[in-house]
């Protein structure tokens, strides 16, 4: 099965351009494609790994990928999916993202000299002269068209900033930049980044009189429509500092029935023919399939040893063994103590469990929470910093997420 074929056998392509020249370039190993990363945060999370998974499998095909950084673009902020202004990052913030982004994209694709090429788009944004673009590259987008993409709908009722209108145009500055500077003939990126994209294939044409193409990632959505990635506490990342080996085992070790196959389909690198053969999984067969999808993504991201280690740990812990050597833990410091007291309130906000005390409360009165497997029912439960020294406690939420918690 050639390349693309099997992109749509794993249900990743939303939309292309021009599906037979898109076909021709990647079978044939000939693409020189790019797909941005915006450093909005010190870790690449979930919806980029899909990304990278992307430009792994395409590498793997022959064809040539280019990282582009978004040291330029990051300083607007992309408004798409977005109800409100992102935060804005200072240069020091970026630059900061973009050193752990390189560190983290290098355990996927293989960087060199005719591999895949890392470049940042500060390097030839941030020179730009602005009447001079508004005169050379102002002139090719229209804004009736602009403002129907999807990108600003939602935005408009809200309010759509200037700052944040320029977006567009510089994503497909990027395009025209690495189509002349690097040969760049493809981009892709997720179905919400559509029009952006559509953009710069626009300007690549009306400016070189050029053909170039796009092709949109289908975005990772649970069965109830809701993008996945994300927990109570936050996104899913891919830093383990962040998010550990072990959270993220768990986080794909509990998707729902309906998802696991489509997530192994769509993230692992297993043969089609192996996954296939699952199709018809249920009951148990289904949690099984559901180890599968997180051993084989934590082996992805933090490699065999971890996942090995998360996946013990996740069976010694529902197998009721309570090994916790591999759990998540969070070690109190005294200043962490109140009169060497710290309350479960407390303990749930340090562990990340719950984001605040009231939503704390709120999960120990819906009988959410456990301590060493007993249910918490006194939102006054406190521990001593002597009694978390001399044996640390297991935090428990729900069924799922387990904490280790010592001083």
Not at 254 to 277: H, S, W, Y
Request: negative net charge; aromatic residues 8%.
């Amino acid at each position: 099965m050639k390349i693309y074929d099997e992109l749509v056998a794993r249900g990743l392509i939303a939309q292309v351009t021009d599906e037979d020249e898109i076909k021709e370039l990647i079978n044939n190993g000939k693409a020189v494609f790019y797909i941005g990363f915006d450093p909005t945060a010190d870790s690449l999370h979930v919806g980029h790994f899909m990304a990278l998974c992307l430009m792994k499998r395409l590498q793997m095909a022959g064809n040539r990928p280019i990282a582009l950084l978004g040291g330029g673009t990051g300083m607007i902020g992309d408004p798409s999916g977005r109800s409100d202004l992102r935060k804005m990052l200072t240069k020091e913030d970026i630059d900061h993202n973009i050193a752990c982004f390189k560190k983290q994209m290098s355990r996927f694709i293989e960087f060199g000299e005719d591999k895949a090429m890392m470049v940042n788009n500060a390097d030839w944004l941030l020179d730009l002269n602005y009447v001079e673009v508004l005169r050379e590259v102002g002139t090719c987008f229209s804004v009736n068209n602009m403002l129907r993409a999807e990108c600003y709908k939602q935005r408009m009722e809200k309010g759509l900033s200037f700052l944040e209108f320029n977006y567009m145009i510089m994503q497909s500055y990027d395009f025209y930049h690495l189509f002349k500077e690097y040969g760049c003939n493809m981009q892709f990126g997720g179905d919400d980044q559509w029009s952006n994209m559509l953009g710069g294939t626009e300007l690549i044409r009306k400016k070189l009189g050029k053909d170039a193409y796009a092709m949109t990632i289908t975005l990772l959505m649970n069965s109830e429509g809701k993008k996945m990635g994300k927990t109570a506490s936050g996104a899913v990342w891919l830093d383990p500092e962040k998010t550990s080996p072990y959270e993220f085992y768990q986080y794909w070790r509990n998707v729902g029935d309906q998802d696991v196959l489509k997530c192994i389909r769509m993230l692992t690198f297993l043969p089609l023919e192996e996954i296939d053969a699952m199709n018809d999984w249920e009951g148990s067969q289904l949690n099984e399939a559901k180890d599968i999808l997180a051993y084989e993504l934590t082996k992805l991201v933090h490699g065999e040893e971890e996942a090995k280690k998360a996946r013990e740990a996740s069976k010694a812990l529902f197998g009721g063994g309570m090994d916790s050597a591999n759990m998540p833990t969070t070690v109190l410091a005294d200043e962490d103590f109140t009169d060497g007291k710290i309350d479960i309130l407390e303990v749930l906000v340090k562990t990340g469990i719950t984001k605040s005390r009231g939503e704390g409360r709120r999960l120990v009165q819906q009988g959410g929470v456990s301590a060493d497997d007993k249910k918490v029912s006194d939102i006054g439960l406190s521990f001593t910093s002597e009694q978390l020294k001399a044996e640390p406690v297991i935090i428990k939420k729900g069924k799922k997420i387990f904490h280790k918690v010592q001083a």
